[in-house]
């Protein structure tokens, strides 16, 4: 089943460049979108004023135990409002078991080997710029957001603040780091969630970006407290200056976390 849904995801990705290889198109001379899906670290960067991005992909979680879980559409829609601040609505599906977080949508957090997972989940807040790069000091960014269930057996709405750090190196190779907390329900009480990420960005070409990444979700408050590292490489292609489709896959390092996922994105920006 991994495998099948690992060339199902690689298939979604590479026809855009199968299509453009044929049609022999001319080179392309693109920019970053500056997307928040493309990894579980969020892009330093803020959109441009004015600027409108629709970011959104559908994950597949291989757990240990249980269903495998499926999450979609994890939409989320960017608006830029000025230099430095964006905002963002989303709207996301999980059907499954247990509640790995492995991107930068919120989900429930279920005990290992628990029941089943039917939620949906309304996303909204704020992205702000805080710093820009100079010398040793990073690039930063806030992101102030919170989930409302609107459907599921758990109906609080969870504040989850995140802090992104990053710098940018000779050639275009980037490292950013972010620390996510988020306040969350579970089946007993409510409880805290972490979530340090870090990433190293790789350009290879103008239009084609690859990153590794470790990042993980530690909780603090449940009964049986979890941790759930994972191990993640992936890529992104921009297509034009507006279309950008990504691909990511990880691997669980604790017998806690999921076995395996795989996450493919799309990004289109007017």
């Not at 990705?13 to 198109?25: D, T, Y």
């Not at 691997?251 to 990004?267: I, P, R």
Request: proline share 6%.
């Amino acid at each position: 089943m991994k495998v099948i849904h690992l060339l199902f995801h690689l298939c979604i990705l590479w026809f855009p460049l199968l299509l453009l290889s044929i049609g022999n198109a001319a080179p392309l001379e693109p920019r970053d979108l500056n997307t928040d899906r493309d990894a579980f670290t969020p892009s330093v960067f803020t959109i441009r004023p004015g600027v409108a991005l629709n970011e959104m992909s559908h994950v597949y979680i291989e757990n240990r135990d249980g269903n495998p879980t499926n999450n979609y559409p994890e939409y989320i829609f960017r608006l830029g409002a000025n230099e430095i601040f964006e905002w963002r609505l989303g709207v996301n599906y999980s059907v499954g078991s247990q509640g790995n977080v492995v991107t930068s949508v919120e989900a429930g957090e279920l005990p290992i080997g628990g029941g089943a997972l039917y939620e949906s989940n309304f996303l909204y807040g704020f992205k702000l710029a805080t710093t820009e790069q100079d010398g040793l000091i990073p690039q930063s960014c806030f992101i102030m957001e919170a989930t409302t269930p609107m459907y599921g057996e758990e109906f609080g709405t969870e504040p989850v603040a995140t802090i992104v750090f990053g710098w940018e190196f000779p050639e275009k190779w980037r490292i950013d780091t972010a620390m996510r907390y988020a306040y969350a329900e579970g089946e007993e009480n409510w409880f805290s969630r972490w979530g340090p990420s870090v990433v190293a960005r790789i350009p290879i070409t103008n239009s084609w970006e690859v990153h590794a990444e470790y990042f993980g979700t530690f909780t603090q408050g449940l009964v049986e407290d979890v941790s759930r590292p994972f191990f993640s490489p992936g890529t992104h292609f921009v297509i034009n200056e507006n279309v950008e489709i990504g691909l990511r896959v990880g691997w669980g390092l604790t017998e806690e976390a999921a076995n395996f996922f795989s996450d493919v994105g799309l990004a289109i920006q007017y």
